[in-house]
Protein backbone atom coordinates (compact mmCIF):
# COMPACT_ATOMS: atom_id res chain seq x y z
CA UNK A 1 0.00 0.00 0.00
CA UNK A 2 1.55 3.23 -0.93
CA UNK A 3 1.73 6.53 0.99
CA UNK A 4 -1.54 8.05 0.06
CA UNK A 5 -3.61 5.13 0.09
CA UNK A 6 -2.44 4.35 3.69
CA UNK A 7 -3.63 7.65 4.64
CA UNK A 8 -6.77 7.56 3.06
CA UNK A 9 -7.41 4.15 4.30
CA UNK A 10 -6.74 5.25 7.65
CA UNK A 11 -8.72 8.07 7.68
CA UNK A 12 -11.68 6.08 6.72
CA UNK A 13 -10.92 3.61 9.20
CA UNK A 14 -10.80 6.26 12.29
CA UNK A 15 -13.59 8.21 10.50
CA UNK A 16 -11.81 10.88 10.99
CA UNK A 17 -10.22 13.31 7.88
CA UNK A 18 -7.67 15.91 8.52
CA UNK A 19 -7.93 19.46 6.98
CA UNK A 20 -3.78 19.18 7.25
CA UNK A 21 -2.91 15.47 5.93
CA UNK A 22 0.74 15.84 6.84
CA UNK A 23 0.16 15.93 10.42
CA UNK A 24 -0.99 11.99 9.98
CA UNK A 25 1.68 11.56 7.65
CA UNK A 26 4.07 12.41 9.93
CA UNK A 27 1.96 10.40 12.91
CA UNK A 28 2.46 7.30 11.02
CA UNK A 29 6.03 7.60 10.07
CA UNK A 30 8.34 5.81 12.40
CA UNK A 31 12.08 7.65 12.68
CA UNK A 32 13.44 4.21 10.62
CA UNK A 33 11.53 5.54 7.66
CA UNK A 34 12.36 9.34 8.25
CA UNK A 35 15.96 8.76 8.33
CA UNK A 36 15.65 6.68 5.20
CA UNK A 37 13.62 9.80 3.70
CA UNK A 38 15.23 12.28 5.60
CA UNK A 39 14.18 15.41 2.98
CA UNK A 40 10.68 14.39 2.61
CA UNK A 41 9.85 13.65 6.22
CA UNK A 42 10.38 14.00 10.24
CA UNK A 43 9.68 10.84 12.68
CA UNK A 44 6.30 10.66 14.62
CA UNK A 45 8.62 11.22 17.91
CA UNK A 46 7.82 15.34 18.57
CA UNK A 47 4.12 13.92 18.13
CA UNK A 48 4.23 11.24 20.44
CA UNK A 49 5.68 13.52 23.24
CA UNK A 50 2.66 15.35 22.96
CA UNK A 51 -0.07 12.82 21.93
CA UNK A 52 1.13 11.41 25.70
CA UNK A 53 0.03 15.06 27.69
CA UNK A 54 -3.48 14.63 25.69
CA UNK A 55 -3.98 11.68 26.36
CA UNK A 56 -3.32 11.59 30.09
CA UNK A 57 -5.63 14.78 30.49
CA UNK A 58 -8.24 13.54 28.51
CA UNK A 59 -8.20 9.98 30.29
CA UNK A 60 -7.57 11.82 33.77
CA UNK A 61 -10.53 14.39 33.27
CA UNK A 62 -12.57 11.51 32.49
CA UNK A 63 -12.20 9.79 35.19
CA UNK A 64 -12.17 12.29 37.74
CA UNK A 65 -15.93 13.01 36.49
CA UNK A 66 -16.81 9.72 36.42
CA UNK A 67 -15.51 8.47 39.81
CA UNK A 68 -16.37 11.10 41.66
CA UNK A 69 -15.51 8.73 45.28
CA UNK A 70 -12.55 7.49 44.24
CA UNK A 71 -9.42 8.56 46.10
CA UNK A 72 -5.98 10.51 44.33
CA UNK A 73 -4.35 7.30 44.64
CA UNK A 74 -6.93 4.72 43.14
CA UNK A 75 -7.06 7.76 40.16
CA UNK A 76 -3.55 7.55 39.56
CA UNK A 77 -3.18 3.89 39.14
CA UNK A 78 -6.39 3.44 37.01
CA UNK A 79 -5.45 6.22 34.69
CA UNK A 80 -1.82 4.58 34.84
CA UNK A 81 -3.71 1.45 33.45
CA UNK A 82 -5.37 2.75 30.65
CA UNK A 83 -2.47 4.53 29.16
CA UNK A 84 0.33 2.35 29.64
CA UNK A 85 1.81 1.11 26.64
CA UNK A 86 0.02 -2.48 27.02
CA UNK A 87 -3.43 -0.64 27.04
CA UNK A 88 -2.16 1.44 23.97
CA UNK A 89 -1.14 -1.43 21.97
CA UNK A 90 -4.76 -2.87 23.04
CA UNK A 91 -6.76 0.27 21.56
CA UNK A 92 -4.30 0.63 18.58
CA UNK A 93 -5.75 -3.00 17.40
CA UNK A 94 -9.16 -1.93 17.57
CA UNK A 95 -7.97 0.28 14.27
CA UNK A 96 -5.05 -1.95 12.83
CA UNK A 97 -2.76 1.02 13.48
CA UNK A 98 0.04 -1.71 12.79
CA UNK A 99 -0.54 -1.99 9.13
CA UNK A 100 -0.73 1.60 8.64
CA UNK A 101 3.04 2.48 10.65
CA UNK A 102 5.78 3.99 7.67
CA UNK A 103 8.47 1.79 8.58
CA UNK A 104 12.10 1.83 7.61
CA UNK A 105 13.15 -1.58 5.88
CA UNK A 106 14.85 -3.16 9.01
CA UNK A 107 12.28 -2.24 11.03
CA UNK A 108 9.63 -4.05 8.34
CA UNK A 109 11.82 -7.42 8.31
CA UNK A 110 11.85 -7.50 12.06
CA UNK A 111 8.21 -7.34 12.74
CA UNK A 112 8.43 -3.82 13.28
CA UNK A 113 4.70 -3.83 12.72
CA UNK A 114 3.32 -5.74 15.68
CA UNK A 115 5.86 -4.69 18.32
CA UNK A 116 4.01 -2.90 21.34
CA UNK A 117 6.51 -0.14 21.63
CA UNK A 118 6.00 1.09 18.10
CA UNK A 119 2.37 0.71 17.48
CA UNK A 120 1.65 2.75 21.03
CA UNK A 121 3.91 5.18 20.49
CA UNK A 122 2.43 6.03 16.58
CA UNK A 123 -1.13 5.97 18.20
CA UNK A 124 0.20 8.84 20.92
CA UNK A 125 1.39 10.35 17.57
CA UNK A 126 -1.88 10.15 16.09
CA UNK A 127 -3.88 11.25 18.77
CA UNK A 128 -1.61 14.53 18.51
CA UNK A 129 -2.23 14.85 14.93
CA UNK A 130 -5.69 14.67 15.92
CA UNK A 131 -5.72 17.97 18.50
CA UNK A 132 -3.77 20.15 16.65
CA UNK A 133 -5.83 19.46 13.11
CA UNK A 134 -9.15 19.49 14.81
CA UNK A 135 -8.95 20.35 18.73
CA UNK A 136 -9.67 19.33 22.32
CA UNK A 137 -12.94 18.13 21.62
CA UNK A 138 -12.70 16.73 18.75
CA UNK A 139 -9.59 14.63 20.08
CA UNK A 140 -11.34 13.59 23.46
CA UNK A 141 -14.02 12.28 21.61
CA UNK A 142 -11.45 9.56 19.67
CA UNK A 143 -9.70 8.64 22.40
CA UNK A 144 -12.60 8.07 24.95
CA UNK A 145 -14.49 5.91 21.89
CA UNK A 146 -11.57 3.18 22.98
CA UNK A 147 -11.94 3.16 26.83
CA UNK A 148 -14.59 0.61 27.92
CA UNK A 149 -17.94 1.99 29.08
CA UNK A 150 -17.63 0.43 32.59
CA UNK A 151 -14.19 0.94 33.74
CA UNK A 152 -13.30 -1.58 36.91
CA UNK A 153 -10.58 -0.55 38.97
CA UNK A 154 -8.70 -3.71 38.36
CA UNK A 155 -5.36 -2.33 38.49
CA UNK A 156 -3.58 -5.78 37.70
CA UNK A 157 -4.60 -6.06 34.52
CA UNK A 158 -1.68 -4.00 33.29
CA UNK A 159 1.51 -4.12 35.23
CA UNK A 160 3.05 -0.19 36.17
CA UNK A 161 5.41 -0.62 38.31
CA UNK A 162 6.78 3.28 37.70
CA UNK A 163 3.56 3.64 39.61
CA UNK A 164 4.24 0.90 42.14
CA UNK A 165 7.08 2.45 43.01
CA UNK A 166 6.15 6.23 42.85
CA UNK A 167 3.68 5.24 46.25
CA UNK A 168 6.22 2.85 47.98
CA UNK A 169 8.13 6.16 47.60
CA UNK A 170 5.38 8.46 48.34
CA UNK A 171 5.21 7.03 51.79
CA UNK A 172 8.57 9.34 52.90
CA UNK A 173 7.79 12.70 51.27
CA UNK A 174 11.35 14.15 51.22
CA UNK A 175 12.47 11.12 48.95
CA UNK A 176 12.80 11.69 45.11
CA UNK A 177 13.05 9.15 42.19
CA UNK A 178 13.79 10.23 38.82
CA UNK A 179 14.86 8.53 35.68
CA UNK A 180 17.94 8.69 33.67
CA UNK A 181 18.56 7.43 30.20
CA UNK A 182 21.71 5.81 30.88
CA UNK A 183 22.72 5.62 27.23
CA UNK A 184 20.98 3.63 23.79
CA UNK A 185 22.50 1.37 21.30
CA UNK A 186 21.88 -0.52 18.36
CA UNK A 187 20.94 0.43 14.51
CA UNK A 188 17.38 2.66 14.12
CA UNK A 189 15.11 -1.14 13.62
CA UNK A 190 16.81 -2.46 16.58
CA UNK A 191 17.38 0.39 19.13
CA UNK A 192 17.82 -0.55 22.96
CA UNK A 193 17.50 1.88 25.65
CA UNK A 194 18.89 1.80 28.99
CA UNK A 195 17.81 4.20 31.77
CA UNK A 196 18.59 4.08 35.73
CA UNK A 197 15.93 5.00 37.97
CA UNK A 198 17.19 7.41 40.77
CA UNK A 199 16.76 7.91 44.77
CA UNK A 200 17.61 11.06 45.60
CA UNK A 201 20.85 10.89 43.17
CA UNK A 202 21.32 7.08 44.01
CA UNK A 203 20.42 4.26 40.94
CA UNK A 204 18.36 1.55 42.76
CA UNK A 205 16.98 -0.23 39.46
CA UNK A 206 18.39 -0.08 35.51
CA UNK A 207 16.29 -1.44 32.68
CA UNK A 208 16.75 -2.18 29.29
CA UNK A 209 14.01 -2.35 26.19
CA UNK A 210 13.08 -1.74 23.03
CA UNK A 211 11.63 1.64 23.86
CA UNK A 212 12.59 3.98 26.89
CA UNK A 213 9.05 3.49 28.03
CA UNK A 214 10.00 -0.25 28.54
CA UNK A 215 13.24 0.40 30.00
CA UNK A 216 11.65 3.02 32.71
CA UNK A 217 9.53 0.30 33.77
CA UNK A 218 12.16 -2.34 33.36
CA UNK A 219 14.08 -0.45 36.03
CA UNK A 220 11.27 0.31 38.27
CA UNK A 221 10.33 -3.53 38.28
CA UNK A 222 14.21 -3.91 39.14
CA UNK A 223 14.06 -1.71 41.98
CA UNK A 224 10.38 -3.21 43.60
CA UNK A 225 12.19 -6.52 43.66
CA UNK A 226 15.82 -5.51 44.82
CA UNK A 227 13.21 -3.50 47.97
CA UNK A 228 12.25 -7.14 48.84
CA UNK A 229 8.71 -6.49 47.07
CA UNK A 230 6.64 -9.35 45.31
CA UNK A 231 6.48 -8.08 41.72
CA UNK A 232 5.12 -10.47 38.54
Known amino acids: MNEQAA ?23 HSSYANENKKTRNSNERLEFLGDSVLSIVVSDHIFEHYKHMPEGDLTKM ?16 IDLGSFIFLGKGEEMTGGR ?7 DAFEAVIAAIYLDGGMEVVSKYILSFLPENITPDFS ?23 HLKGESGPDHNKQFTVQVLLNSN ?24 MGLDVK
Not at 9 to 28: P, V
Not at 79 to 94: H, I, M, P, Q, T
Not at 114 to 120: D, H, K, L
Open 7 to 29: VKQFQEKIGYHFKNEGLLFEALS
Open 157 to 179: VFHDYKTALQEVIQKNPEERIEY
Open 203 to 226: VIGEGTGRSKKTAEQLAAKEALSL
Open 114 to 120: TRPSIVS
Open 79 to 94: RASLVCEKALFEFSKK
